[in-house]
């Protein structure tokens, strides 16, 4: 085959701790979808920053129509005609579509001046290449577009590249389901086009619907290929490859399973609306949907961040509304946070510190840092020991631990506690594929110690695997409640069902 | 790095070249230029000297320390200064009796000053930098406003007390001036809150990362607040000191806020918050009036050491900045 | 997670409050003036001399605030801005020496200045990554350092040949509101027509995805550094040419870089970087004339002004910071 745009041979890269690509091969054709799937740390977003010169390869070849080609930086690879549309967008939201379109390239008339009019012809045109773009105004400041229509802008920016290759990180997380139809037609148009589309996704349904190609990682190594839409179970024994079971905890016996410690009814704010929830002792309650359908604002509810404005919560039989997260955790909530580096860790203070944080801060101001009401400096090293954290010494800085460690370090906070309610976001999120399940096993301990669990994950077979009951949330409110043993597509389904369908 | 045995790799603990602050071995290379220039420093009466006029910008740095270690500044410190000067001479009003009284009331105003900052910060959510430059402006302002203009210059001598009197008879270094005793009781104490205590280690936490500390339940706007009104206090209390053995004028706070912010960041606090000590801004801010000692030897200008401040100033931030990237922080 | 997904929910088409605030503002200054001046039967001051009059006082604090819209919006900030009006002003005047001959040599070197101080600057920033409010105060101590070294009182002399700069008519606008309201074009212009201002934007929305884009973020954020300090240095031409000579504490004495950053920010451009523009900060600069103003007409003490003046800057940037829900430090 000729045609190959871009072929990468033998990828490795490793991080310190990590083997996050071994050997990897992987291409792609001229007019083609190639998808690329995979769990959460299988490797995919490394192998993208390698193409697009983010990342430098440890051993192995990128080639881009034949040539070997180093990047060494990502507009070079931007030059070369190879655009990432990733999923943190890059667009400024105080600047005009044609602004961000044209973006360090803008069209030059008279005197060097930017030439305005040509800018904003040239955004209409591209625009217009797809059906919904043809309803944006290029003046338009981005900041107030929808999240669809600002991923519309980020792929008409890649088109306005001139660009071969596109690669798309999971475009379709934020999406309803009306608005993923348009952007599987944008993808049509663009592979019409004869553009190499590498397509990041790990739903089934988008796989069935788009892919010509689809390459699985699992563990950082390539772990199938499949010519044409596989079947769907063949892929997900791909990216799973072991025992399920044994990988995720085993699920809450009924007996386990206790009184309710958090009822929620009536709950609603400004992005929630008739929240009912009950969290029982016991049980691992998931909560699942699309990005933006209010799983976080839940949690956020719940925590006191973002307190509900209508409604009640009942928490141990006590009614109350939290107005901040010193509230909630007062009262038994504890939250582990999606995003660690920049809502869970304090990452310049040590491990202990990390871990004496929530006690310290429910202590007097000027009594001893080693000695507090819920925990002294014994009691957090035996959790942190219990937690088995691998650290040179507990008066490490915690940024030089891997990202389970670092999880496991706020679960050691949170313990000191003795939460009633835990909430988790994204637990496993950037952590290792063996650490993961000793997030999950540790999850059912803390269920079996009595608290009551919720976890909020963006992977499905995660939500799956872990929950004892799923409830499916779609425009701020829980819109379906599944049991153990849930399809993919029943949730998906729900997750994105039409609103006046449902109604 | 000359990959000397001792460099060890991070958390190991214990005593290593790597881990010594900067800070120490620089003011000891000072101290010992100034020996070599001027064999009488080494006499109590040198050193003794020496310690007095460090002892109000090292107080300062010390409550500097707070607010920049929970990542904010403190730029109201110096016109805080000149404030509790003109204060203490407008209510003294010449009444040595009267310094029982008006000494609390300044202790109460610092204090004031920083809860204020510390509210505007908090709950105005002003930038600390603006807010702090606010208040400069507005103390500055109410210091002409209570003199008149015009202040008169005169404490009397009880509460020139702290500032300018020496204990005489101390066995090993013949005598101790008053400020240094200040100096260590006010210095210790700090250093036992910022590293023996709850709110040290929140006020560290807030610096790194005010959103984790948030969710952890850290009550940062108490925290903040504290931090504000230690480095007011600091400010009251280096007031005093001045007011001792400086005169009575209405730039007698000038420039100290910069002074203190300089010698916070020649001991290592990280600007924009997470990593501060208390002993290291001590350290510095004995460096820096080292430096100052020897321009003074070499007989340069006044003006000259405003450049070298401000030089100190960049260095020591592009340093650490290099240092950091090294280590990969 | 939770803060990112919430910038990114759609702000709507309809009325954005921070891009008329700045209107806003300014309508409320604007009244306050009125009714202040009715109220105190001094209706003399509402003609359109008198508001002449009220702009040709804020002609230096408004050329210093164009050069500070473009740092801020970079995401940088100058504090050294006072010190370098005084240096330059000395510099212009010195050179001049009452000599017509020299206006061209005195005004070149006075640009020379600004320039190499803002290249200095933006080196520190962008190449040594120092923290711009660190590295722009230690400028400000070696540029005040510098210049008092050499003069302490007014030097030099500005010829009537150049007080037509200040004092110079057309018709019956001044010569410099007419140069402030061409340097204002000329700015804006930069900011919406060239590719440096669509950069400077960029850089300070996002500076990563401004990298990505291939943009030299840091020749940007020099670049912006220069043109702050430049008109910082033409402030400072301005000002000699209004007082007929330059002495070492003109600057200091306008406080013109908080009042500056203070007319930035009252004009809607965000401390943060990437928002905001040159009318705004022209806003700003009306507000702050016409608050002066009411202070003039209503009687109220120098002093007593510094200290409400104070507060205002504080209460302006507290307008804008209050509805955010990010924690500052």
């Known amino acids: 085959m000729t045609d190959r745009v871009i072929e990468m041979r033998g990828i490795t890269k490793t991080f310190p701790g990590v083997r996050a690509l071994s050997d990897v091969s992987f291409d792609v054709r001229a007019g083609e979808v190639q998808a690329l799937v995979g769990e959460n740390g299988a490797g995919k977003s490394t192998l993208i920053k390698i193409l697009s010169g983010v990342y430098r390869a440890d051993e192995g070849e990128v080639r881009l129509r034949g040539e070997t080609v180093h990047f060494s930086h990502p507009v070079e690879s931007l030059r070369a005609g190879i655009a990432v549309i990733y999923q943190e967008f890059s667009l400024l939201p105080e600047r005009s579509v044609a602004q961000n379109l044209f973006l360090g390239r803008e069209p030059r008339g008279r005197f060097g001046l930017i030439d305005t009019g040509r800018m904003r012809a040239e955004t209409r045109k591209v625009l217009d290449l797809f059906a919904i773009g043809g309803r944006i105004d290029p003046d338009r400041i981005v900041g107030t577009l929808d999240v669809a229509t600002q991923q519309m802008v980020e792929i008409a920016k890649a088109v306005s590249h001139e660009a071969r290759v596109i690669v798309m990180d999971e475009p379709t997380a934020a999406l309803n389901d009306a608005e993923c139809e348009e952007l599987f037609a944008t993808v ?32 950082g190594e390539v772990a199938a290929r499949f010519d044409g839409a596989p079947d769907p179970d063949a892929i997900v024994h791909a990216m799973v490859g072991r025992d399920i079971d044994d990988f995720y905890a085993p699920p809450a016996r009924a007996d386990e399973i206790g009184e309710p410690v958090l009822i929620v009814t009536g709950g ?6 008739d929240i009912d929830l009950t969290v029982r002792a016991g049980e691992i309650v998931g909560l699942s949907g699309i990005q933006g359908a209010g799983r976080v604002a839940l949690a956020m509810a719940l925590f006191g961040q973002e307190p509900f404005e209508r409604g009640e919560i009942t928490l141990n039989g006590a009614r109350s509304t939290f107005r901040s997260p010193r509230a909630a955790i007062a009262a038994g909530i504890g939250l582990l946070p999606g995003d660690r580096k920049s809502e869970g860790l304090v990452l310049m203070q040590s491990v202990r510190d990390n871990g004496m944080l929530t006690p310290r801060a429910f202590s007097s101001l000027w009594s001893s840092h080693r000695r507090t009401a819920a925990a002294d400096i014994g009691r957090i090293d035996d959790l942190l020991d219990r937690m088995e954290i691998r650290a040179a010494s507990y008066d490490q800085e915690i940024r030089a631990l891997s990202g389970g460690n670092q999880q496991k370090a706020i679960v050691a906070r949170w313990l000191s506690m003795r939460p009633k309610v835990l909430i988790f976001i994204e637990p496993t999120r950037g952590i290792d594929v063996n650490a993961k399940a000793g997030i999950y096993h540790l999850m059912r301990d803390l269920a079996r110690e009595g608290a009551g669990i919720v976890m909020i994950s963006s992977d499905l077979p995660e939500v799956i695997g872990a929950a004892d009951r799923i409830l499916v949330m779609q425009e701020g409110r829980i819109v379906a409640e599944f049991g153990r043993g849930a399809s993919e597509q029943d949730i998906m389904h729900a997750a994105t069902a039409d609103m006046e369908n449902a109604a | 790095m000359t990959g000397s ?3 060890s790799r991070p958390g190991t603990g214990g005593w290593s070249l790597a881990g010594i602050n900067p800070v120490w071995p620089l003011l000891a290379a000072l101290v010992a230029a100034i020996v070599f220039m001027n064999p009488g420093f080494a006499e109590p009466t040198g050193y003794m000297n020496f310690l007095k006029r460090a002892a109000p910008l090292a107080i300062l740095a010390a409550g500097q320390v707070y607010v920049i270690t929970s990542g904010g500044f403190d730029l109201s410190q110096g016109s805080l200064i000149t404030l509790v000067v003109v204060g203490s001479s407008m209510l003294t009003d010449n009444d040595p009796a009267a310094t029982a009284w008006v000494i609390p009331v300044m202790l109460a105003i610092g204090l004031g000053v920083g809860a204020v900052n510390g509210a505007i910060v908090c709950f105005l959510r002003v930038p600390s930098l603006i807010a702090t430059l606010g208040t400069m402006i507005t103390l500055n302002g109410l210091a002409f406003l209570w003199s008149g203009g015009a202040p008169r210059g005169y404490l009397p001598d ?15 270094v013949r005598f101790v001036p008053v400020s240094v005793i200040v100096l260590v009781v006010v210095v210790g104490a700090l250093a036992w809150a910022m590293h023996r ?23 940062v706007n108490r925290v903040r607040v504290t931090a504000f009104m230690l480095s007011g206090l600091s400010a009251a209390i280096a007031g005093i000191l001045l007011g001792g053995f400086a005169g009575v004028s209405t730039d007698v706070g000038t420039g100290y806020e910069l002074e203190a912010i300089t010698a916070a960041v020649l001991g290592g606090a990280q600007l924009l918050g997470g990593r501060g000590s208390v002993p290291a801004a001590l350290g510095g801010a004995l460096a820096l009036t080292a430096i100052f000692t020897l321009l003074n030897f070499l007989g340069l200008p006044q003006p000259v050491r405003q450049v070298v401040q401000g030089l ?14 090294r280590t990969g922080t | 997670m939770s803060l990112a997904a919430a910038s990114r929910e759609p702000t709507g088409d309809g009325f954005r409050f921070d891009r008329w605030a700045p209107l806003i503002l300014l309508g409320g200054a604007a009244a306050i003036y009125v009714a202040v001046a009715v109220a105190t039967g001094q209706t003399q001051y509402l003609t359109l001399d008198n508001l002449i009059a009220i702009l040709g006082r804020s002609i230096a604090l408004g050329i210093t605030a164009i050069g500070q819209t473009f740092v801020i919006l970079a995401a940088s900030i100058d504090l050294s801005v006072a010190s370098l009006i005084s240096a330059t002003a000395v510099l ?20 020379a200045l600004g320039a190499l ?3 200095a600057n933006g080196m520190i920033v962008s190449v040594l990554k120092v923290n711009p409010l660190i590295a722009t105060l230690g400028m400000s101590l070696v540029i005040q350092g510098c210049l008092s070294a050499f003069v302490s009182n007014f030097a030099g002399s500005v010829p009537p040949a150049f007080q037509v700069f200040a004092y110079g008519q057309i018709g019956a606008v001044p010569l410099a509101l007419v140069f402030l309201l061409s340097l204002a074009i000329l700015a804006w212009a930069v900011l919406r027509f060239t590719k440096f201002g669509s950069d400077l934007y960029a850089v300070g929305g996002n500076e990563e995805a401004a990298r990505f884009a291939g943009i030299k973020t840091g020749r940007v954020v020099l670049t912006a550094h220069v043109i702050c300090s430049v008109c910082a240095a033409i402030a400072g031409l301005y000002l000699a040419s209004r007082l007929r000579s330059g002495a070492p504490w003109i600057g200091a004495d306008g406080v013109y870089d908080l009042e500056s950053i203070a007319v930035v920010v009252i004009g809607g451009t965000v401390l943060a970087g990437g928002r905001g523009g040159i009318w705004g900060t022209m806003a700003g600069m009306l507000i702050f004339s016409l608050i002066d103003s009411v202070f003039n007409i209503a009687g109220v003490d120098t002093f007593a002004k510094q200290v409400l003046r104070g507060i205002i800057i504080v209460a302006a940037v507290a307008f804008y910071a209050i509805r955010s829900k990010r924690i500052v430090a």
């Open chain 2, 5 to 7: 045995p001792t460099a």
């Open chain 2, 158 to 172: 009880t509460f020139r007390f702290f500032g300018r009197e020496l204990i005489h008879d101390v066995p090993l």
């Open chain 2, 197 to 219: 205590t709850n709110l040290g280690r929140m006020v560290h936490a807030i610096g790194d990362n005010p959103v984790a500390a948030r969710l952890a339940g850290v009550p």
């Open chain 2, 312 to 325: 100190i100033l960049i260095a020591a931030v592009a340093l650490a900045m290099h240092r950091r990237k």
């Open chain 1, 188 to 219: 049509d148009r663009l592979r019409e086009r004869g553009a190499a589309i590498i397509y990041i996704t790990h739903r089934m349904r988008e796989i069935t619907r788009l892919a010509d190609r689809v390459t699985v990682l699992k563990d």
């Open chain 3, 92 to 111: 212009a005047s010195v050179v001049m020496d009452g000599s017509a001959a020299m206006i061209v040599p005195a005004i070149a070197a006075a640009i």
């Open chain 1, 268 to 273: 609603g704010n400004a992005s929630l609306r």
């Open chain 3, 117 to 119: 101080v803002g290249l």
